[in-house]
């Protein structure tokens, strides 16, 4: 069942407060090619130290930004989302490059496991920690953690379609 993702806040007591307005490209569900992916929607989030922001990730590619990574194979990018905590509006989204799932699977594993985005950490008000997760049947889960700036990415908000060469993904580096 491909339901969209959401991001909504909530008091302690567990009542809902607001929803927040996601843009266009996460509600495409009546399309077979277009919006997000079962089970690969938001998976990390992260507030801001100023606490005027919240980003979200992708844990996947949306179906129009590409396939989802294989053995050897990048894939799409996934979606960072930043929304403005005030007015629960998206206002700026960058594209990110999971890595390539980085081994093969075990003979008789399956079709090659996966990689996406686990989970984000704002170090200060552009830069963030991103936590790469990757299944591997028959040959268990890699970790890597790394470092990267907002700033250095083209904004993608507005970007129906991420098509390779129209957008600047933001530049990687590894931590560990």
């Known amino acids: 069942r491909r339901l969209p993702p959401a991001l909504r806040e909530m008091d302690l007591s567990?009542?809902?407060?607001?929803?927040f307005a996601l843009p266009?490209?996460?509600?495409?569900?009546?399309?077979?090619s277009r919006g997000p992916r079962n089970n690969r929607c938001f998976e990390g989030l992260a507030v801001s130290p100023d606490?005027?922001?919240?980003?979200?990730?992708?844990?996947?590619?949306l179906l129009q930004d590409g396939p989802l990574p294989r053995p050897g194979q990048a894939g799409g990018p996934c979606r960072l989302t930043?929304?403005?905590?005030a007015t629960?509006?998206?206002?700026?989204q960058i594209a990110y490059q999971p890595d390539p799932v980085p081994l093969a699977p075990w003979p008789g594993g399956g079709l090659g496991g996966e990689n996406g985005i686990s989970e984000i950490l704002m170090l200060d008000a552009?830069?963030?920690l991103v936590l790469e997760r990757a299944y591997v049947p028959g040959r268990g889960v890699s970790l890597c953690l790394y470092r990267m700036d907002t700033r250095e990415a083209s904004p993608t908000l507005?970007?129906?379609t991420l098509r390779a060469g129209a957008y600047r993904a933001v530049p990687k580096r590894l931590v560990a």
């Open 14 to 19: 567990g009542r809902l407060l607001r929803d």
């Open 51 to 61: 606490g005027r922001h919240a980003w979200v990730a992708m844990e996947g590619p």
């Open 126 to 128: 552009h830069q963030l």
């Open 24 to 32: 266009a490209h996460f509600l495409e569900l009546g399309d077979p």
């Open 158 to 160: 507005t970007e129906d």
């Open 88 to 92: 629960g509006q998206a206002d700026h």
């Open 82 to 85: 930043r929304f403005d905590l």
